[in-house]
């Protein structure tokens, strides 16, 4: 074995220490993805999804090359590990593997302009923390056009630092919104 010092840089993710805190953030990955797109002279877009999106029923051209989308999707993926505010729009494009049409490809091309605009965005972890646990968990009931399932979407905080979450769609079809709720 050997020490190779303190941890900088392993496997796409980035850690910055101060004698407060530990940033980490996947910057460099990040920049990577916009390059590999195309994209970096791209104005940035202010939200990494349009609000009311009808992706689930798209009707446009199915791509000639899945595996392109295929391997965003799966880079942003990875890239959710220290970005929690792509955790919807991933969900979303995540659906549409199977066949993508050109909405999805669009759709994921704005939220790598989302990225271009906040590349260095990530998970701050303060020395200083109460370790107290905070937890939020929300459903929008019926959100997919096509299979009325609703998604539920959890949140989990220990003092001022995001240590868990998660949106996905639920298994059954909920009847009403208290139920999507429950």
């Given at each position: ?37 195309g ?22 051209p ?37 066949n ?17 605009g ?7 972890l ?57």
């Amino acid at each position: 074995m050997k020490d190779l010092g303190r941890l900088k840089y392993f496997l796409g993710v980035e850690v910055a220490r101060s004698p407060n805190d530990i940033f980490l953030c996947q910057r460099k990955y990040a920049l990577d993805i916009i390059t590999e797109v195309g994209l970096l002279g791209a104005k940035p877009a202010t939200a990494p999804c349009e609000e009311n999106h009808k992706l689930g029923s798209a009707t446009g051209p199915l791509l000639s090359d899945p595996a392109m989308y295929r391997r965003l999707v799966g880079r942003l993926i990875y890239l959710c590990f220290t970005r929690p505010d792509l955790a919807y729009s991933v969900q979303v494009l995540s659906q549409f593997i199977q066949n993508p049409r050109s909405e999805h490809w669009q759709a994921g091309l704005r939220v790598v302009r989302y990225l271009k605009g906040h590349t260095g965005q990530g998970i701050l972890l303060p020395q200083e923390n109460n370790l107290q646990l905070s937890e939020w968990c929300d459903s929008d009931w019926a959100s997919c056009p096509l299979t009325r399932k609703s998604l539920t979407g959890w949140f989990i905080q220990l003092g001022t630092s995001p240590i868990s979450w998660k949106t996905q769609k639920q298994q059954t079809i909920s009847a009403s919104s208290a139920e999507a709720e429950y």
